[in-house]
């Protein structure tokens, strides 16, 4: 059927691009973009509107959403060849959905609709710990206007952090912080989106103003990021849809200045506010000038899986190679994250030089696509078997190297942690190390009601020549049945009866690269340190 209609769908598309015309929505569209050109769809939103979909084709796409003024969100990029949408306007006005690709003739398909939304809530009250904001509470009701009270409040910026002796009445241990969110100006809710908010909790209104706030005792080691979302659209329909609706406001809080762009765009919607308190781990090893080689990056297709992956790998100059001696091998799943995100190649580069580690080849290992990911990474047998039987000979053949398992780290985070573990667990002889951050233990198949599959099996299993390394953060508690704390605890706590080496810490962090970056190195030396003088 899309194949007979694709001509009119083109056809009325471009009319839509040369005449101003406004989408009509909901679109379900099949069309093609010569490399270069610039589809631009105009989409007319009243303020609040709520658009979802999705845009996906052939090869990477670039999209973003511009009003008048320019762009407004970035959508994807760099790579990406899909790319979920999700907005709310912050204002009423004529918007565009900019869509360009790189590939001659890509055939693109977009889904994109409007979605009813609710009435307003009832707003939450709550006690205010804070003696800022109890501060502010008096001068409003001395008559200051919301404004001035405002503009005194985030003076130093955000968000508040506040010492035990500074709320001698809260509580607060020796090594806790008392932490203020804010926000002002939303008409209906705001929600903290990351940290200890993984359960997108609410802020409070402060005296019937626009003036929002939300408090939390937290760890003096905490480092996060966060981004706070006004005006969240209530929307009638399953809890998923009801929880994703954060990502149509989610932004950077505009009174903190700190700000880190993961992804490389910095539009409010694709950077993050950042929170460091007093004792956060450093994060000295992602400093550094010294200019490093460009790995190098090779398609991979998987005869097992059905499908082709970027794979970059890097060996660096100092490499102590020599016969048929093994060498230590890094392998890094989600490997574009960790060389953005996280840039590991910078991190490994400061341990071997500074002698913690030895040097190391490193291989980062891409996703085809976020389906497959989700697919893939969380105990797939077959793809263990992709990464013993096809990666390993991949790297080997590029490389001319020799490696060993006891000397072969798998990384990630996430379901990246699982799969380092999972793969582990079924090639112990490959993979003898281990290093999870925030690993989804939590996990198991759908036709298996109990939680933490992986840990249930590594329980009944003999003695493995695996070493593990697993850190999580304590606002890590509502992540799937168990919460990823406490699965990671369970882990440690099978493996350490087992007799297994390893180490679990924990961190004031939630679910967030942000803190990853900050503590990678941690892990490397635990498992690689002993390496460094071989």
């Known amino acids: 059927m899309f194949r007979r209609l694709m001509p009119f769908l083109v056809i009325s598309l471009a009319a839509l691009a040369a005449n101003g015309a406004t989408l009509e929505l909901p679109v379900n569209i099949r069309f093609t973009i010569d490399a270069g050109e610039h589809y631009s769809l105009p989409v007319a939103l009243k303020k609040g509107e709520y658009i979802r979909g999705h845009l996906s084709g052939q090869s990477a796409l670039e999209a973003m959403i511009h009003d008048d003024s320019g762009p407004v969100r970035y959508l994807a990029g760099h790579g990406d060849s899909e790319a979920w949408i999700y907005f709310a306007a912050p204002e009423a006005g004529n918007y565009r959905l900019v869509i360009q690709t790189l590939r001659p003739e890509a055939e693109v398909h977009l889904k994109l609709e409007k979605v009813p939304l609710l009435a307003p809530g009832e707003n939450i009250r709550s006690d205010i710990q804070s003696r800022r904001v109890l501060s502010a509470r008096q001068a409003l009701q001395n008559g200051q206007t919301p404004d001035s009270v405002w503009s005194s409040l985030v003076a130093d910026g955000t968000p508040l952090v506040e010492l035990p002796d500074d709320v001698p009445d809260s509580g607060l241990k020796a090594d806790e912080r008392l932490v203020t969110f804010l926000w002002y100006g939303a008409n209906d809710r705001v929600l903290l989106f990351g940290g200890p908010g993984y359960e997108h909790d609410p802020l409070f209104r402060l005296a019937g103003t626009d003036i929002w706030y939300r408090s939390y005792a937290m760890p003096a080691d905490t480092r996060m990021s966060y981004m706070l979302a006004p005006d969240v659209p209530r929307v009638n329909g399953s809890p998923r849809d009801q929880r994703v609706a954060i990502l149509a406001t989610a932004q950077r809080d505009p009174a903190n200045p700190h700000v880190w762009y993961p992804g490389g765009a910095s539009d409010v919607y694709n950077s993050r506010s950042v929170l460091e308190l007093d004792k956060a781990p450093s994060d000295n090893l992602l400093d550094g000038d010294r200019p490093l080689p460009e790995p190098s990056r090779y398609p991979l297709t998987s005869d097992r899986l059905g499908n082709t992956r970027d794979i970059a790998i890097m060996v660096p100059e100092d490499l102590n190679a020599s016969g048929d001696d093994a060498v230590p091998l890094v392998i890094f799943f989600d490997g574009d994250d960790y060389l953005s995100k996280v840039p590991a190649p910078r991190i490994l580069d400061n341990l071997s030089r500074s002698g913690e580690i030895p040097p190391v080849v490193a291989v980062f290992v891409s996703n085809p696509n976020r389906s497959a990911r989700n697919s893939e990474l969380p105990c797939n047998e077959t793809f263990a078997d992709f990464m013993a039987l096809e990666l390993l000979p991949f790297v080997a053949g590029k490389t001319g190297l020799v490696f060993s398992g006891e000397q072969t780290l798998l990384a990630g985070a996430s379901f990246g942690?699982?799969?380092?573990?999972?793969?582990?667990?079924?090639?112990?002889?490959?993979?003898?190390?281990?290093?999870?951050?925030?690993?989804?233990?939590?996990?198991?198949?759908?036709?298996?009601?109990?939680?933490?599959?992986?840990?249930?099996?590594?329980?009944?299993?003999?003695?493995?020549?695996?070493?593990?390394?697993?850190?999580?953060?304590?606002?890590?508690?509502?992540?799937?049945?168990?919460?990823?704390?406490?699965?990671?605890?369970?882990?440690?706590?099978?493996?350490?009866?087992?007799?297994?080496?390893?180490?679990?810490?924990?961190?004031?962090?939630?679910?967030?690269?942000?803190?990853?970056?900050?503590?990678?190195?941690?892990?490397?030396?635990?498992?690689?340190?002993?390496?460094?003088?071989?």
């Open 417 to 534: 942690g699982l799969a380092s573990a999972c793969t582990a667990y079924r090639y112990p002889e490959l993979f003898g190390l281990v290093l999870s951050q925030s690993g989804s233990f939590w996990w198991s198949p759908e036709e298996d009601v109990r939680p933490e599959w992986l840990n249930a099996r590594l329980a009944e299993a003999p003695l493995l020549p695996v070493r593990f390394y697993l850190s999580a953060g304590v606002f890590e508690t509502d992540f799937g049945e168990s919460g990823i704390l406490n699965a990671n605890r369970q882990l440690e706590q099978i493996l350490s009866v087992k007799g297994y080496d390893v180490m679990l810490e924990e961190f004031g962090a939630g679910h967030d690269y942000y803190h990853w970056r900050a503590t990678l190195g941690r892990g490397l030396v635990h498992l690689l340190g002993e390496f460094a003088d071989q």
